[in-house]
């Protein structure tokens, strides 16, 4: 089946950039109608979606974060990643990447990663 899992520094200084890698091994992210997914949980908030990466490479980013965010993919390691500019500590997180039919979803529709804890401080 397919699985997702995220990686990435765990701890990034304010004012830099956060960058976290999602491998996809059992199924390709090129695959017909699947869409990739960011999603984030502050601590004692909800989730957050952030963004999307079609499988034909299009992209989609919530209005929140638009000015900060890229997302991108290497379809020779199956491979899709985020990157955040100017993060600050309101950033801090855990960071899932997703499977979904859906563009815009925080819900649990395919599969997901284990997340990743950000933590934004000096």
């Known amino acids: 089946q397919v699985q997702l899992v995220e990686s990435g520094p765990g701890l990034v200084k304010p004012s830099q950039t956060l960058s976290l890698t999602c491998t996809v091994s059992?199924?390709?992210?090129?695959?017909?109608?699947?869409?990739w997914i960011w999603i984030r949980q502050p601590p004692e908030k909800a989730l957050e979606w952030m963004g999307a990466?079609?499988?034909?490479?299009?992209?989609y980013y919530n209005p929140s974060v638009k000015s900060r965010i890229s997302i991108s993919r290497d379809t020779s390691k199956n491979q899709f990643t985020l990157q955040l500019n100017s993060v600050t500590p309101e950033d801090t997180a855990v960071y899932y990447c997703?499977?979904?039919?859906?563009?815009?979803?925080?819900?649990?529709?395919?599969?997901w990663g284990p997340g990743t804890q950000v933590t934004v401080s000096s």
């Open positions: 997703a499977r979904d039919h859906l563009i815009v979803s925080t819900q649990r529709n395919g599969p």
């Open positions: 059992g199924g390709s992210i090129t695959a017909d109608n699947y869409n």
């Open positions: 990466i079609s499988w034909s490479g299009n992209t």
